[in-house]
Nanobody, 127 residues
Framework: QVQLVESGGGLVHSGGSPKLSCAAS????????VGWFRQAPGKEREGVSC????????YYDDSVRGRFTVSRDNAENTVSLQMSSLRPEDTAVYYC????????????????????WGQGTQVTVST
């Protein structure tokens, strides 16, 4: 059974540095591009980061660049999103998503280009 499961969310103080994890089962994640998306209440889902399947190049939305870092652990079949300097506007449900093979740069932040999705993990940043 193909499954993605996010973990690591919760209530965090402004400025905090939680680490989200996306664990795959039923497939090998290193053959997939993995994106992180978030959806805040009343807003559309937005792509915040992506790591490619091939050269592990990374993408970050301007809103998180310099504060978030995406990485892989192939031995654990996981992709992580290290978050830092969190702000109240980072409050959202965070989702990981996987796409087999390559993903072009113009598509990394577009949800429709991903094949598998996790159920999401809530991150709430308090002031």
């Amino acid at each position: 059974q193909v499954q993605l499961v996010e973990s690591g969310g919760g209530l965090v103080h402004s400025g905090g540095s939680p680490k989200l994890s996306c664990a795959a089962s039923g497939f090998t994640l290193n053959y997939f591009a993995v994106g992180w998306f978030r959806q805040a209440p009343g807003k559309e889902r937005e792509g915040v980061s992506c790591i490619s399947a091939t050269d592990e190049s990374t993408y970050y939305d301007d809103s998180v660049r310099g504060r978030f870092t995406v990485s892989r652990d192939n031995a654990e079949n996981t992709v992580s999103l290290q978050m830092s300097s969190l702000r109240p506007e980072d409050t959202a449900v965070y989702y990981c998503a996987a796409r087999q093979g390559r993903i072009v740069a113009s598509a990394v932040a577009q949800a429709e280009h991903y094949d598998y999705w996790g159920q999401g993990t809530q991150v709430t940043v308090s002031t």
